[in-house]
């Protein structure tokens, strides 16, 4: 599966955002799928996660309250609606599928995913 993540933009302190990642490929609703991103000069770290029957949704404790993970299997999309954006979300966004006989399954670790994004970039100005 190939995935194209997009969305991203600059924008001010307390405005909302959509990332939006679609995906090539058959059986999108057999992947669960997450997003991760990576501020300059920092790892990698955990965003959010979507089981493949959206059954489950974990958010890091870093955006709980102000970002949503969401699906639409029919679109082979995955979105990332952010709220109240601070300073602090600045970073490359990027999306990953995990493929999984689990649909409850919505995992958390990046090397639980096994396709990756090319990333879009978000700006926060205070």
């Known amino acids: 599966v190939q995935l194209q993540a997009s969305g991203g933009g600059l924008v001010q302190a307390g405005d909302s955002l959509r990332l939006s990642c679609a995906a090539s490929g058959r059986a999108f609703s057999r992947y669960a799928m997450g997003w991760f991103r990576q501020a300059p000069g920092k790892e990698r770290e955990f965003v959010a996660t979507?089981?493949?029957?959206?059954?489950?949704?974990y958010a890091a404790d870093s955006v709980k309250g102000r970002f949503t993970i969401s699906r639409d299997n029919a679109k082979n999309t995955v979105y990332l609606q952010m709220n109240s954006l601070k300073p602090d979300d600045t970073a490359v966004y990027y999306c990953?599928?995990?493929?999984?006989?689990?649909?409850?399954?919505?995992?958390?670790?990046?090397?639980?995913?096994?396709?990756w994004g090319q990333g879009t970039q978000v700006t926060v100005s205070s």
């Open positions: 990953a599928a995990a493929l999984s006989r689990n649909a409850w399954l919505a995992p958390i670790s990046e090397n639980e995913f096994d396709y």
């Open positions: 979507i089981s493949m029957n959206s059954g489950n949704t």
